[in-house]
């Protein structure tokens, strides 16, 4: 999905701003007309902003109460539909999704403000994304995908752990300074084998 320029984003106080590793999932997204979108922890609401913008259907959930109002705000300055929910990931869907979107916190840390929320990830960076994980099949549609942005700042075996119930695609990924950056598509195993008992 290309970076659209006349989309206009005001980065607000107390949440996330765009960065390297938005950038490069909003790169790697393909995302189809009509499609039924959520995107956890949108923080500006920038990758929200251009899913809308692309003809999708989409849905944003944030824990940082000011994520919401700032996605909400920037979905309204450019005109354009979408439901944003305060969440603690899941605890407040109720839909199910073509595609489930999440630039997940990655960085070792601990989790004690509002900006924190946004990239500390547990002590092994993998926490968020783990939780997310267990619980993100039961929101996808049939045939739906879950596309994730992961880091090497994530420590690697439990990583592998919370990846292993699901089929990866490796999309593309970004070296910086001091870590590597790279977004996967996900695929639920035990879905995929359930639905090709289903075609026999």
């Known amino acids: 999905m290309q970076?659209?320029?006349e989309i206009n984003i005001i980065e607000c106080e107390e949440v996330y701003p765009p960065s390297e590793d938005t950038f490069l999932?909003?790169?790697?997204?393909?995302?189809?007309?009509?499609?039924?979108?959520?995107?956890?922890?949108?923080?500006?609401g920038l990758i929200t902003c251009h899913l809308a913008a692309a003809s999708a259907r989409v849905t944003a959930a944030d824990i940082n109460p000011k994520a919401v109002k700032c996605t909400?705000?920037?979905?309204?300055?450019?005109?354009?539909?979408?439901?944003?929910?305060?969440?603690?990931?899941f605890a407040?869907?109720?839909?199910?999704?073509?595609t489930i979107v999440f630039n997940p916190p990655y960085c070792p840390g601990k989790r004690d403000d509002l900006m924190s929320l946004a990239w500390a990830g547990g002590p092994?960076?993998?926490?968020?994304?783990?939780?997310?994980l267990k619980d993100a099949p039961h929101?996808?549609?049939?045939?739906?995908?879950?596309?994730?942005?992961?880091s090497t700042e994530m420590e690697k075996t439990a990583l592998e752990s919370a990846l292993s119930p699901f089929q990866r695609s490796r999309l593309g990924g970004r070296r910086l300074f001091f870590e590597e950056l790279w977004v996967e598509e996900l695929t639920p195993i035990q879905y995929k084998e359930k639905g090709a008992e289903q075609t026999k």
């Open 72 to 89: 909400l705000a920037n979905l309204r300055r450019n005109g354009l539909p979408g439901e944003v929910i305060e969440s603690n990931l």
């Open 124 to 132: 092994d960076g993998v926490a968020i994304t783990a939780a997310f």
């Open 25 to 44: 999932l909003l790169d790697l997204l393909n995302v189809g007309r009509g499609a039924r979108v959520l995107e956890m922890g949108p923080g500006t």
């Open 139 to 150: 929101y996808l549609r049939p045939g739906g995908k879950i596309v994730l942005l992961l």
């Open 3 to 5: 970076y659209q320029r």
């Open 92 to 98: 407040k869907i109720t839909e199910r999704f073509d």
